[in-house]
């Protein structure tokens, strides 16, 4: 991973700190509807504040073309104050001496934060004049945005090359755990990956194999990996032309001595519909007219006992239908689980991906997981074991 600075080493009494945060939160009719990143981020910013920094917050919200004023970022300054207990002034822009006169303003201990920084095409651009124009806003650059780490933008990545370059302790917080559970490992790995397609998840499956000891295949990619083998899925969602893929996983896999966990047995309907009659069958006799939606009983039990057997687990996608009762059946089993292992001090658990961490809420258990991550495709990268640019901008 390489070392980087954190805030351990920087004295911020006095200063102009831009910090880059990912307040990209679904909001509804001009409210946010979910605080957690901005939760999430405010520890960063509050030290900051708290040891005499002037602190500019910069972030980007949604995607948007241009200007558009349903993305400005205006919506975010009250649950910010509110995470932060502290004010928070706004600026109409994030760079031009609007934005320059803002920050020059600010008192030691005091909080700005600035417009959606991708109303400007330089942001995705990943332009150098753009990424000096919001250099010339601060004299530090601290980058807490983990979850956009992914791209390669003048806000995340460039901007490192303008100013002293430091992680904020969101982005600490995620390399730390990222790192425990991936790279320097207690042994054996589990990784559950699930999720609707395989053919999203390709580069994914093929690094974890490298690097974990028992891969658990659910959700509506393991029929995939069950039709390779010559199962019959009935109706399932199916990508049949992913088969050969599959095989060579699977034949990956066995060359490596890499355990790979397929359903065992299956929860089939004749529709995804909240309530329908189920079946549990044997995965060899999956009916013609009936879907998996998801993993049963036997094939749950499995899981867990890999998991009892396991120091660290690694999870990515549901392994049944779980926004759908009773397909949420499995995943909650394995949710509470894992959340038992890990509070007894025998599993670390790292789970990430919008799906995952909303299956983990709706089981209760998001508390109880050694670290759930903020990030949806940041987290998706890491685990494809690719570099992430604004990770590696922060290198010493
Ligand atoms: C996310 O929500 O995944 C990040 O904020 C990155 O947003 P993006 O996918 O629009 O780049
Ligand atoms: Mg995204």
């Keep these: 991973m390489g070392a980087f600075r954190t805030l351990d080493e920087l004295n911020p009494a006095g200063k102009r700190v831009l910090v880059r945060s990912d307040l990209n939160v679904p909001a509804k009719d001009g409210k946010v509807t979910d605080t957690t990143r901005i939760d999430r981020s405010a520890g960063t910013i509050r030290e900051l504040a708290d040891k005499g920094g002037r602190v500019i917050v910069l972030t980007h919200f949604g995607r948007p073309k241009g200007r558009e004023a349903k993305y400005s970022q205006k919506l975010l300054v009250e649950p910010l104050a509110r995470a932060l207990g502290r004010p928070v002034s706004w600026v109409d822009d994030m760079v031009g001496p609007e934005a320059e006169k803002a920050a020059l303003a600010l008192k030691d201990g005091q909080v700005l934060l600035a417009e959606n920084v991708r109303f400007h095409a330089g942001e995705e651009g990943n332009d150098a004049d753009f990424a000096r124009s919001l250099a010339k806003l601060g004299e530090i650059y601290v980058n807490d945005a983990f979850a956009t780490a992914h791209r390669a933008h003048a806000s995340t990545a460039t901007i490192a090359k303008y100013l002293p370059a430091y992680a904020g302790r969101l982005m600490q917080a995620e390399l730390e755990a990222l790192g425990k559970a991936l790279d320097h490992p207690q042994r054996p790995v ?43 899925v009935g109706t399932s969602l199916c990508e049949k032309e992913m088969a050969g893929t599959a095989k060579e996983i699977i034949a990956k896999a066995r060359a ?39 993993i049963g009983p036997d094939s749950t039990a499995s899981v867990i006992a890999a998991l009892e057997a396991a120091r660290t687990v690694v999870w990515n996608g549901p392994v049944g239908a779980f926004e759908t009762a009773p397909f949420d059946t499995a995943t909650t089993a394995i949710a509470k689980a894992a959340a038992r292992l890990t509070k007894a ?18 089981a209760g258990v998001e508390a109880d997981f050694s670290y759930v991550s903020t990030a949806g495709g940041a987290f998706l990268e890491w685990l494809e074991g690719k570099e992430l640019p604004g990770v590696a901008a922060l290198r010493i």
């Design 256 to 294: 490596a001595g890499k355990r790979i966990l397929l359903p065992e047995d299956a929860v089939v309907a004749d529709a995804l519909a909240a309530n329908a009659p189920t079946q549990t069958v044997e995965v060899h006799q999956v009916p013609s007219d009936r879907m998996i939606l998801d």
């Design 345 to 362: 001090g025998k599993l670390l658990s790292v789970a990430g991906g919008g799906d995952t961490v909303a299956a983990l809420a709706k």
């Design 190 to 232: 589990v990784a559950i990956v699930g999720g609707a397609k395989v053919s999203t998840k390709l580069d994914l499956l093929g690094n974890l194999i490298g690097r974990v000891d028992t891969l658990v295949i659910g959700g509506g990619m393991a029929n995939t990996f069950l039709f390779a083998r010559g199962i019959g």
